[in-house]
């Protein structure tokens, strides 16, 4: 039986992921008409992520939030020893009752933080908003004045103890907006769209960082020009030689400079692990995005090899320049301009079009868990998912050995 599951990354104030939240989906195709019964749904969820997956595969050992029904509740069938790893999130649909009330007080105890999903203010939920940990506010549903009116009707009751999580956050100046408002927590499409401020320059970082992906793109790249660009930054240089030293590349001797380096990789690798770990030196930026980027690029590049395209280097390439816009916090129309790119990989980047494009579109869809778009022909539902979680735990080991300190 195939196994589906999205997630969806929490951040908190300043863009650091302290959860994901798991959504069920029934499968690649067409999931709306695939969903079976509420209840059912998030039992597969908790299935799927504790036992058939693996929690530790999606999350990283940071909590799951996972809808939680009035039946699962009032039933008292939720596990009851998964309290560092799953926070329950009451649907805004639950009857508020004696036994609902109780089954989250029992919950409470045992050590859960429980979220309450899509919250609208009603004077029978003031039990469980007095004991909640979360109080998740769609903000894309409600709008700005909506919003503003429910957190009214909240400081107004006294008894707020939770945190505000604010969901379906879409851009940048949205998140900018309900921060300063008092949200604590952060969930929606805004981190992978750039903040755009007028007159603002690319940082240093930044010009270091597409100088040198822009030679790394030419077929004959300069190894001594590559060299040139990685030492203008230290930080590059350090983490470039911590990574050829690490135990995954097991090499006999100590590598200890950058033209050695840059030999040892050669041309292929050297491309993916520098373009990778220039964009890890972007300052000021949340470790999530760079994940996203990696997952993105090394999913492209398994899938060109499921379906046996050529040059599925350039794949990844494609996926791990996607997310530029929001790194750099420039137009990605603008930033391509500065890049000597192939004509395949800008105009995968700019349209979406071409063979790399259309794979690129379909990594995209999948990773947002629209399967229904990603529906590949030649391809098994199955397959995806193996595609999927390879890049998820390529990417978590690819981004602990940049990141450490």
Known sequence: MNVFIARQPVFDRNLN?????LLYRAGQVNSAEGMVDPNQASKEV??????????????NGLPALVNITQDILTSGSLPKGLQKLLIPEVLEDVLVNEDVIQEVKNLINLGYNVA??????????????????????DV????TLGVKEQLAKLRMTGTVNGKL???????????????????DYFQGYFL???HIMSGESVPASGLVITTLLAELSKDDYDI???????????????KLLRVVNSASFGLSRTIKTISDAIVILGSQELRRWSSMLALSSVDNKPNELLVTAIVRAKMCELLAEKLERKFSGGYFTAGLLSLLDALLDKPLAEIVERMPLSAEIELALLTGGGDVGQVLSWVISYEAGKFEESNIPGLEAEDLWDIYMRSLEWANIATHSMLEK
């Open 192 to 194: 992978c769209k750039p």
């Open 140 to 143: 894309l549903a409600l709008g």
């Open 46 to 59: 908790l299935v799927n992520a504790f036992s058939e997956i693996g929690l530790e595969k999606i999350t």
């Open 17 to 21: 992921v302290v959860a994901y939240e």
């Open 224 to 238: 001594e020009e590559v060299e040139r660009i990685i030492c203008q930054d230290p930080r590059l240089s350090y």
């Open 165 to 183: 999580l604010a969901e379906k956050v879409e851009t940048h100046e949205e998140f900018e907006l309900y921060r300063t408002l008092g949200f």
């Open 116 to 137: 309450l999903d899509d919250f609208v203010f009603s004077d029978e939920w003031l039990p469980l908003v007095r004991q909640a940990r979360y109080i998740k506010i």
